[in-house]
């Protein structure tokens, strides 16, 4: 999982539309409408991505869309295997701070959390398909409310998920060691 946080932005002045003689005009000016914040779960070897969009992405808000996806996707697997960046909010106590100690406990225990290296974040698939989203559905356009983007968002899931475009690594462990091994530790023997 990864998430991104969106400006909102809402037009001043009305679009004009595009005609065989010129290209759409919109101008630059407009008005801040606050902020949203993406989250993008995906499941690589199988082609399954998931966009949410909140107003905040606090630890709470974190420990909430891991929660629905135990419910949901998740809700007959023993335990999920949860890969994150190093954000403070990707913590075990943020289901204690979300949920009753009985629930939080419950989730943790079917809960199992990788965190990516520091700098190694472009390992993580999942920051692989916010860009992508990123550069496909939200670059370049403004989105006056949460509710435009969520609309948009899931367009893009819906379309991106009905094509089953799974992502496959092309090296194995000991290529990866050899590749990458300025971010594998150093052991002297």
Known sequence: MDEQPIPLLKETRAPIPATKDHPRRVDYEYERAGTASIFMFCEALVGWRQVSVRERRTKVDWALEVAELLRTRYRDAVKVIVVCDNRNTHTIGAFYE???PETARALVR????????????????????????????????????????????????????????????QFRTDDARNRLKSLYPKIKT
């Open 110 to 169: 079917r809960s199992e959390f990788r965190h990516t290296p520091k700098h190694g974040s472009w390992l993580h698939v999942a920051e692989c398909e916010l860009s992508a989203m990123t550069r496909q559905c939200v670059q370049g356009r403004r989105f006056a409310t949460i509710e435009e983007l969520r609309v948009e968002t899931a367009a893009w899931q819906d379309y991106t998920n009905d094509k089953q475009r799974s992502v496959d690594r």
């Open 98 to 100: 979300a949920f009753d």
